[in-house]
């Protein structure tokens, strides 16, 4: 058996013509494949061709009963490791985006549990149009992975972005979403949310923080394999498939959580974004007007919360912890020290002055800070392309951790 099995879907596209090629790539890197295509992209490339260079029959049609006699449509959705849709046309994210199952492609990947790998191409006005990005953001928040695509010289004539990835670099791409099983085993606490703070029986003190972030690495640690609890401050969002969420309010809610979970795991991620100050006493009635001497105000004492990460750290033994950090100015300094101050193995630094970033989005633009000091800046990216790096960082500490205990 190959070391993956790699299901290649291809749209109607001039880029289909690349298909052997990405076949031929995925199976020199040991992967077992199997090949679907559109109606439209048999226009465009042979079924003999990818037959041929996948070894494996190749099917195209939903209602044939000789193909689906041969290899069922749910047999094949079952049977991918990942789906890599490739050239994903316009035509075709739109009926993704939708959850169409109006052929064999969109049907298989709507039967399909494996991650899916999306390598767009298009004349640079479909991609550009509204359209078309709307579709991308609806599958993107749905986890859908993508390569490309990139810009230079179309089939059409036109210059910019649409150019199919390369076959190698789809490929490569492929590989790191099957490597990306490496969490198998290991146990994963996530703190997310923002934590809220009593101040009487109906106000409290919280922040603006989403939960998205912890949610999408949430998803994407069990995705890997990983089993998940995580401790989650008040938010609107769903719990991912396979975690296991302990719901909390307080920041000594959370503190408890974290401390009856944490011996349990081999990864800690303090997500959450915990208030650092509570009210000293919460009142248990509504505080009213009525109680207040005419235009007198209301004095809050404030006292300090549990630094859990800085805690979690200190105790960590040979587990991985990270830590992430808010940051309005001068951002990288910032991080360092806090790092520094908390002693995690990683620090994800956001700069939450960017309107396009951080809290309440669906994007993130962070800077992955070492205790060494090194820091390294990605793009913004969706949430999950994000929990996708972060989680790529933590499984090489891991690593490392593993064999500075066994040395
Ligand atoms: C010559 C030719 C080239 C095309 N190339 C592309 C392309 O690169 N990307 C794309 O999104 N659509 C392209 N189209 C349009 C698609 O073939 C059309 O939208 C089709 O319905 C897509 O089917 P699918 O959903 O099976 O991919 C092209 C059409 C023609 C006639």
């Given amino acids: 058996m190959g070391r993956g099995r790699i299901l290649v879907a291809g749209g109607g596209g001039i880029a289909a013509y690349k298909l052997p090629e990405l076949v031929r790539a995925l199976r020199g890197a040991g992967h077992e494949v199997r090949c679907m295509l559109t109606p439209a992209a048999a226009n465009f ?21 000789g193909e689906e006699g041969e290899i069922g449509h749910i047999e094949l959705a079952d049977w991918a490791d990942l789906i890599v849709v ?54 993107e928040a749905r986890g859908i992975a993508r390569v490309g695509p990139e810009a230079g010289e ?41 934590t809220r703070e009593p101040i009487d029986a109906v106000r409290a003190i919280t922040n603006r923080s989403s939960g998205k972030m912890g949610y999408a690495l949430a998803a994407e640690a069990a995705a890997r394999g990983a089993e998940v609890v995580l401790v989650s401050a008040p938010t609107a969002l769903r719990c991912p498939a396979g975690v296991r969420r302990v719901s909390v309010q307080t920041a000594l809610e959370m503190h408890a959580a974290v401390r009856d979970e944490i011996a349990e795991v081999g ?15 919460a009142s248990e009635r509504k505080i009213k007007k009525e109680d207040l001497a005419p235009g007198e105000g209301l004095l809050l004492e404030l006292v ?28 990288v300094a910032a991080a360092r020290r806090k790092l520094a101050r908390k002693g ?28 060494t000091g090194d820091v390294e800046e990605l793009p913004l990216l969706p949430k999950r392309e994000v929990a996708r790096r972060v989680l790529d960082r933590v499984a090489k500490l891991r690593d490392t951790h593993g064999e500075t205990e066994s040395s």
């Fill in 45 to 65: 490339v042979s079924a003999l061709s990818l037959g041929a260079v996948s070894g494996a029959p190749v099917r195209q049609s939903l209602l044939d009963p």
């Fill in 154 to 194: 179309l089939a059409c004539g036109w210059e910019g972005l649409g150019r199919m990835a390369d076959p190698e670099t789809i490929a490569d791409e492929a590989e790191r979403l099957l490597g990306a099983k490496s969490l198998a085993g290991e146990r994963v606490l996530i703190t997310a949310g923002g």
């Fill in 267 to 281: 990864v800690a991620i303090c997500c959450a974004a915990v208030a650092d100050f509570r009210p000293a006493q």
């Fill in 86 to 139: 490739a050239p994903a046309t316009a035509d075709l994210m739109a009926r993704m985006a939708q959850g169409l199952a109006d052929d064999l492609v969109t049907t298989v990947l709507l039967a399909s549990r494996a991650p899916v790998l999306i390598a767009p191409a298009m004349n640079v006005h479909m991609w550009e149009h509204a359209a078309t990005q709307a579709n991308l953001a609806v599958l």
């Fill in 344 to 371: 995690c193995d990683l620090l994800v630094a956001n700069d939450i002055s960017r309107e396009d970033a951080g809290f309440e989005t669906d994007e993130n633009a962070v800077l992955l800070v070492s205790p």
């Fill in 304 to 331: 300090p919360n549990p630094d859990i990460l800085a805690e979690i750290s200190r105790d960590r033994g040979a587990r991985v912890v990270v830590g992430f950090a808010a940051e309005s100015h001068d951002v």
